[in-house]
């Protein structure tokens, strides 16, 4: 038997546009994402000569073939055509859940990335990313990580530089939103506010952390917010405290601000810990 290890990075979206609903009940986006060092661990066992099985440390997490990184580690298999002789995942979970911070896909990137690499990486991380689709909307970037443009269902990616460097506070009150009831939702609503994604590429260009929180915005935000108003709290004190911007990332409905230096980001997580004790410090990895 043998034991892989791997990270599993939580992503942000720092932009993210829904352009429009696909033939096949998708649609298409236009996102710049972001990985940070919010992470679950990852271990998987190897020739466990048992059926597979899964383990999550936190509860109400699925731990059968539903789960996306069991279904990562049989899409990974099947189109390798490897049989690994029983697998065990175990799971560490850190990254807050129904948060639109990708945990789900993170871990799938994670087991594509150490069943690769167990395999002697017979597929580039692109060609590993693309294997991930199959998986998940946000499994292609989650698999690659860092800063990038992501478009079509998820599966198109382009790599961006990097994001100047600046500390995250993420902060995930105690509800949470239905991904699918919130991409029926925008198809009924006119998008008053879009990102500008091409203002948002040239700040990363010229590495203007000013211009990147300029052109922070998610066209999911205003919709969450206008039924959840305590958003409008946290980005209150997110934008009193030092925060350059403040935004829900993905469907939610985690709140994020970029803040300039770990000693903002400590006093805004101060000002809020009481009240969300699902409070995080990060930086972009
Ligand atoms: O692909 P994933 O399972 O993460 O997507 C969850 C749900 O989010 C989908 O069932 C769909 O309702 C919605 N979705 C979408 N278009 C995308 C990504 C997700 O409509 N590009």
Redesign the pocket.
Known sequence: MTTLYEGAFAKLNLTLD?LG??ED?????QSVMQTISIRDDIEIDVETGKPWRLLCSREGIPTDETN?AWKAAKVYCDAMGKDPQGLEIRILKRIPSGAGMGG??ADAAAVLRALNRHYGNPLSILALAELGAQ?????PFCTVCGTAMVE???EKLRKLPDLPDCFFVVCKPDFSVS??????KIDTVAIAQRPDNRAMESALLAGDLGKVAENIWNVFDPIVTSEHLELNYIKSIFHSYGALSQQMTG?GSAVFGILPSFEYAAVVCNMLKDNYPNIFIAKPV
Not at 25 to 29: E, I, K, M, N, S
């Open positions: 829904v609903k696909r009940g998708y649609h298409d986006l996306l789900g896909s998986v998940g909307s946000d499994v079509g269902r998820g991904t699918p009831e919130l991409y029926q469907s």
